[in-house]
C-alpha cells in the first residue's frame, strides 16, 4: 500500500505542478501587461519593474494555487480513469478513506503554503512594493531622469533635460524641461531644483532662478516670456502611496484588534483561501471520476467554473464587509463552511458510488 501511495502521489504531484506553471505563465503575461501600463502612465518608475513584477506575483499566489491544486488532481485522477488503473485500485478495496492518505499528502503542504502566502508573504509584499515606489519617487534617477541626456516625461508630458544631479537623486542643475498641450508650447530653464512630494502622492520638479516662454505650437507672435526665482513643474502622479494604517498593508496579527470593517473584510479575505483550496480539493476527486466513454474535460470546466463562483463570491462578500452590507460576525463563513460541507459530502458519496459494500460482495460467485 505504501508503494500505491508514493504512486498516486506522484500522479497528482507532476499534473498539480504542470498546471501551476501554465497557470503562472499566463498570469506573468498579466502582470507584465500591469506593470507596463503604469510604467508608461508615469506612475511606476521604470527602474523597479522586475521587483514589482516579482512581488504582484507572490500576492497573486493565493488566487493561483488553489486553481492549480484542483485542475491538477482533476487532470491526473481523470489519467487513472481513462486508463482503467483507478476501477483496479477500487477492486482492491481501496476506498475514499484509503485515498485520503496519498491525496492529502499533496493537499496539505499547498493548504499551508497558500496560508502563508494569504496571511504573511502576500501582506508584506504589498507593503515592500508600496515602500520601494514610496522611496523611488523621491529619486529622480529612479524615476527615469538621467543626466546628460534628453528624457521623455513619463505619461507623454514634454522633454527633460537635466545637465547635472546630486549622488541621492533629488537636487539637480541646469534643467531643460519642453511641453506641449492644446496647442501652445512650453520652454522652461532653470539654474539648480529638487523634486518634491506631497503627502496625496503628487510630484513637483521644484526650478530655482529660470525662465519660461510660452507661445503657439503653429507660428504666430503670441509669446510670453517669464522670469521666476521658483516654479513648480507637476510630474505624472506615482501609484497609491504607502500608508502603514492601510488595512491591504497592515500585518494579519494588527488586523485582530482593528475594529474598522475594511480591516474585518480585509481579515477574512486573507483567511478564506486557504480553507478554500481545501474546499476545491475534495471537490476535484468525485468531479474527475468518469466512465471509459464520458467526455475528458467535462469534470474540469466544472471544476473550474466552482473556482471562479466561489473566489467571485469571495470578493464580492468582501466588499459587502467592508461596507456594512452583512454583519462582521458572518465574516465570509456563509461561503467557506458550505463549500466545505459540499466538497466532503460529495467525496463521500463518491466513494460509496465506487466501492461497494463488503456485504454485498460475500454472496458473489467466485
Not at 470546466?301 to 466561489?310: D, K, R
Request: net charge positive; glycine share 12%.
Amino acid at each position: 500500500m505504501l508503494k500505491l501511495d508514493r504512486y498516486l502521489l506522484s500522479e497528482l504531484a507532476q499534473s498539480t505542478f504542470a498546471t501551476l506553471v501554465v497557470l503562472l505563465v499566463v498570469s506573468v503575461g498579466g502582470v507584465i501587461t500591469d506593470v507596463l501600463k503604469d510604467i508608461a502612465s508615469g506612475r511606476l518608475p521604470a527602474g523597479l519593474m522586475l521587483s514589482q513584477l516579482g512581488l504582484v506575483l507572490l500576492s497573486w499566489l493565493p488566487l493561483i494555487l488553489p486553481l492549480a491544486l484542483m485542475l491538477g488532481m482533476m487532470l491526473g485522477i481523470g489519467r487513472l480513469y481513462r486508463d482503467s488503473e483507478m476501477p483496479v485500485i477500487h477492486a482492491m478495496g481501496v476506498g475514499p478513506v484509503r485515498l485520503l492518505r496519498p491525496v492529502m499528502a499533496l493537499v496539505l503542504p499547498v493548504v499551508v503554503i497558500v496560508a502563508l502566502c494569504s496571511l504573511w508573504l502576500g501582506p508584506k509584499a504589498e507593503r515592500v512594493s508600496r515602500q520601494m515606489i514610496n522611496e523611488a519617487n523621491r529619486n529622480l534617477v529612479i524615476s527615469g531622469l538621467s543626466p546628460g541626456s534628453f528624457t521623455e516625461i513619463p505619461g507623454g508630458g514634454g522633454v527633460v533635460y537635466v545637465g547635472s544631479m546630486s549622488g541621492d537623486g533629488t537636487r539637480f542643475q541646469r534643467i531643460f524641461i519642453y511641453r506641449q498641450n492644446e496647442g501652445r508650447l512650453d520652454v522652461t530653464t532653470a539654474n539648480t531644483g529638487s523634486l518634491s512630494v506631497e503627502d496625496d502622492g503628487e510630484r513637483y520638479l521644484t526650478l530655482d532662478n529660470g525662465f519660461q516662454v510660452e507661445g503657439p505650437v503653429d507660428g504666430g507672435k503670441d509669446y510670453r516670456l517669464m522670469r521666476y526665482a521658483s516654479n513648480d513643474v507637476r510630474l505624472p502622479a506615482g501609484k497609491e502611496r504607502y500608508d502603514p494604517n492601510d488595512p491591504r498593508t497592515m500585518p494579519t496579527l494588527e488586523l485582530l484588534g482593528d475594529p474598522r470593517r475594511a480591516s474585518i473584510a480585509q481579515l477574512h479575505g486573507r483567511l478564506a483561501p486557504p480553507l478554500l483550496t481545501l474546499a476545491f480539493a475534495l471537490l476535484a476527486v468525485p468531479l474527475a471520476r468518469s466512465t471509459p466513454r464520458q467526455a475528458r474535460f467535462g469534470g474540469a470546466m466544472m471544476g473550474f467554473f466552482a473556482y471562479l463562483i466561489g473566489m467571485n463570491l469571495m470578493q464580492v462578500g468582501q466588499g459587502w464587509l467592508a461596507s456594512g452590507r452583512i454583519p462582521p460576525a458572518l465574516g465570509l463563513w456563509w461561503l467557506v463552511l458550505p463549500l466545505l460541507a459540499v466538497g466532503v459530502w460529495m467525496y463521500v458519496k463518491d466513494g460509496a458510488i465506487a466501492i461497494p459494500r463488503l456485504r454485498l460482495r460475500k454472496g458473489a460467485a467466485p
